[in-house]
């Protein structure tokens, strides 16, 4: 039964691409595609705008914890590098100090001696050489572990650095997006107010990353505010035309004048300060 519906679904998909086919001839593909491009514009179209200006306020909201986590990365980095530090210190200090008891040493083996005085005890030439041998050895395991400890601090230093930089640049991020987000949603609610008169309604744009979605939502409200502006030229009732203060001043006089406009303009032009109180 199952194999039979298969069987006239696929009769049935071939009977369609035959004859779209036959009426369409090499357009179908284009048909098919520009069909199913109106079907996803009209799905993606069916979400409010104000739902899409909450999607990008909640998307940048998330940028939030990535603040948060840089912050706490800063600390975490900070107490690291005091803590290596204060144990950088501890090391040099103490491969300073062994640094002068090695040259103290070396200095006095320099004087062929069969015994040698140290902290009130007598040493042997031999033992004294094995001691140096001894610490000189520690002294250049020290001087490697001494160098990866700065090289450690020297990149725990970068690491801070790197964090406060993205801190930096997150909290701009967001201040722009939010700055962004904000001037939109004052823009949509002045292009809605304005839309009352015109009857005007709005477009829907699609959901796209934050950054994306905004640049869309932008665009769609600016293409709302030319369709606005272009519809309002044909729903206002009163033709209002631009009125030049010079021409109606002129038509004034021509009514209540008539006959005296031309004393009246030859009083007005030996007064200039009538003239001026006039135009006023």
């Given at each position: 039964?199952?194999?039979?519906?298969?069987?006239?679904g696929?009769?049935?998909?071939?009977?369609?691409?035959?004859?779209g086919?036959?009426?369409?001839?090499?357009?179908?593909?284009?048909?098919?595609?520009?069909?199913?491009?109106?079907t996803?514009?009209?799905?993606?179209?069916?979400?409010?705008?104000?739902?899409e200006?909450?999607?990008?306020?909640?998307?940048?909201?998330e940028?939030?914890?990535?603040?948060?986590?840089?912050?706490?990365?800063?600390a975490?980095?900070?107490?690291?590098?005091?803590?290596?530090?204060?144990?950088?210190?501890?090391?040099?200090?103490?491969?300073?100090?062994?640094?002068?008891?090695?040259?103290?040493?070396?200095?006095?083996?320099?004087?062929?001696?069969?015994?040698?005085?140290?902290?009130?005890?007598?040493?042997?030439?031999?033992?004294?050489?094995?001691?140096?041998?001894?610490?000189?050895?520690?002294?250049?395991?020290?001087?490697?572990?001494?160098?990866?400890?700065?090289?450690?601090?020297?990149?725990?230093?970068?690491?801070?650095?790197?964090?406060?930089?993205?801190?930096?640049?997150?909290?701009?991020?967001?201040?722009?997006?939010?700055?962004?987000?904000?001037?939109?949603?004052?823009?949509?609610?002045?292009?809605?107010?304005?839309?009352v008169?015109?009857?005007?309604?709005?477009?829907?744009?699609?959901?796209?990353?934050?950054?994306?979605?905004?640049?869309?939502?932008?665009?769609?409200?600016?293409?709302?505010?030319?369709?606005?502006?272009?519809?309002?030229?044909?729903?206002?009732?009163?033709?209002?035309?631009?009125?030049?203060?010079?021409?109606?001043?002129?038509?004034?006089d021509?009514?209540?004048?008539?006959?005296?406009?031309?004393?009246?303009?030859?009083?007005?032009?030996?007064?200039p300060?009538?003239?001026v109180?006039?135009?006023?």
């Amino acid at each position: 039964m199952v194999f039979k519906w298969i069987k006239r679904g696929i009769l049935l998909g071939v009977g369609v691409a035959v004859v779209g086919g036959l009426i369409f001839g090499h357009d179908l593909a284009s048909y098919v595609k520009s069909s199913a491009k109106m079907t996803r514009t009209a799905v993606k179209d069916s979400v409010p705008i104000e739902f899409e200006l909450k999607r990008a306020q909640d998307l940048l909201d998330e940028i939030l914890p990535e603040i948060h986590n840089n912050i706490r990365r800063i600390a975490q980095e900070e107490v690291e590098i005091a803590a290596l530090k204060s144990d950088l210190g501890a090391s040099e200090k103490s491969f300073n100090e062994e640094k002068e008891r090695i040259q103290k040493v070396r200095q006095a083996l320099l004087v062929p001696q069969a015994s040698y005085t140290f902290g009130g005890r007598q040493i042997t030439r031999e033992d004294l050489t094995k001691d140096l041998a001894f610490r000189f050895d520690r002294f250049k395991e020290a001087e490697i572990v001494l160098a990866s400890k700065k090289r450690m601090l020297d990149t725990r230093q970068n690491g801070l650095q790197a964090a406060m930089q993205m801190l930096d640049r997150t909290k701009a991020q967001k201040e722009l997006l939010a700055s962004k987000i904000q001037a939109l949603e004052g823009q949509h609610r002045l292009i809605k107010a304005a839309s009352v008169g015109s009857g005007m309604s709005f477009d829907n744009s699609k959901i796209a990353q934050t950054e994306q979605l905004i640049g869309q939502i932008k665009k769609r409200l600016d293409v709302a505010e030319r369709v606005l502006a272009h519809e309002s030229n044909f729903v206002q009732t009163i033709p209002i035309e631009t009125v030049d203060t010079t021409q109606l001043i002129q038509k004034i006089d021509d009514h209540f004048s008539g006959a005296d406009k031309a004393d009246e303009t030859t009083t007005t032009e030996d007064n200039p300060a009538k003239m001026v109180a006039l135009e006023k």
